[in-house]
């Protein structure tokens, strides 16, 4: 069992299916068993995953002291994930809203209240005896960051939607990275092209670039080779929201186990297709014996 700290936002979120996109305005729908409430958030939905795959997670975050965070800790617990370091600092738990289709478009509504200007102390003892620090990009871990790549950490990050490499949101996050995963939605022109300069740049050891039905792309930097893995075909499509965090997640667990990084990237792509078969970023997680079936 590898230890994989997680640290990063856990909200409220809210389904809704429409029938399509564009919505025309009406009243009011009623759509059966469409409209859903979980927790859900990038840290949450990785969490569960790598706790569902077998790791153990040391979880960080931060809510209100409120209805959404009592929601969250039972959630959590229900999960195995435990509730120790979460900081009910914030003046409300953050909430999204997801509006999607039968062909699997959607959007995402995301209120993180005031999350974006808190800090949290990362102390040495939540990350010195793990394997793998997973900082997802939001503000307050900028800090942990810091810290775990003084302490020699492997740190991995997803940083998503990305057109310019300069952005300067993210540039903290991409210079630390040893991987970094980022998504094909804000990319014109090359992938590989934009890949390249990232790695140029950043020197990250290994970027991975999620690319929805096509499949993904990856760098490594220890090959100085490209790998193109096709997307692994399920059988239903029913919700695409959390399929790149579900990559991501599957990646660091296998590679945090020691397998080769296109053996690592190919059980990733199973875990995702395995997960768009069910509504809810949270829902959906294959254990590593579905993943060597379905293989």
């Known amino acids: 069992m590898k230890k994989i700290l997680v640290s990063g936002l856990i909200n409220t979120e809210t389904t809704v299916k429409i029938k399509e996109f564009p919505i025309e305005y009406f009243p009011i729908d009623y759509p059966f068993f469409g409209v859903n409430t979980r927790v859900s958030g990038v840290a949450y939905n990785i969490a569960k995953a ?5 790791d153990e997670v040391i979880f960080t975050t931060m809510t209100g002291n409120d209805f959404g965070s009592q929601y969250i800790d039972t959630t959590l617990k229900e999960a195995g994930v435990s509730t120790e370091h979460i900081k ?8 999204s ?11 995402i509504y995301c209120d993180l209240k005031d999350i974006q ?6 102390t040495k003892d939540l990350y010195e005896s793990c394997d793998i620090v997973v900082a ?3 503000n307050f871990n900028r800090e942990l960051l810091k810290v775990a790549k003084d302490a020699g950490k492997l740190i991995a990050t997803d940083v998503h939607v990305l057109s310019d490499i300069n952005d300067e949101y993210n540039q903290d996050f991409m210079k630390a990275a040893n991987i970094l995963f980022l998504s094909d939605e804000g990319i014109k022109g090359d992938y590989k092209e934009f890949i390249t300069s990232i790695e140029n740049k950043f020197a990250n050891d290994i970027i991975v670039l999620g690319m929805g039905s096509k499949g993904a792309l990856m ?11 096709p997307a692994y075909k399920t059988e239903k499509v029913v919700n695409t929201v959390g399929a790149g965090d579900s990559l991501f997640s599957a990646f660091i667990h296998y590679y945090a186990k020691g397998l080769e990084p296109v ?3 190919k059980r990733a792509q199973a875990f995702a297709s395995y997960k768009i078969g069910f509504d809810g970023a949270s829902e959906g997680f294959a254990t590593e014996s579905i993943i060597e079936k379905m293989l």
Not at 88 to 95: E, Y
């Open 263 to 265: 053996e690592c990237l």
């Open 117 to 122: 200007e808190s800090s949290y102390e990362f």
């Open 219 to 229: 760098y490594v930097k220890e090959d100085d080779k490209f790998y193109e893995l």
């Open 50 to 54: 790598l706790s569902t795959l077998g």
């Open 97 to 107: 809203a997801v509006l999607y289709d039968d062909n699997g478009r959607r959007q």
């Open 136 to 138: 997802c990009n939001i």
């Open 88 to 95: 009910k600092v914030l003046k409300a738990t953050p909430s």
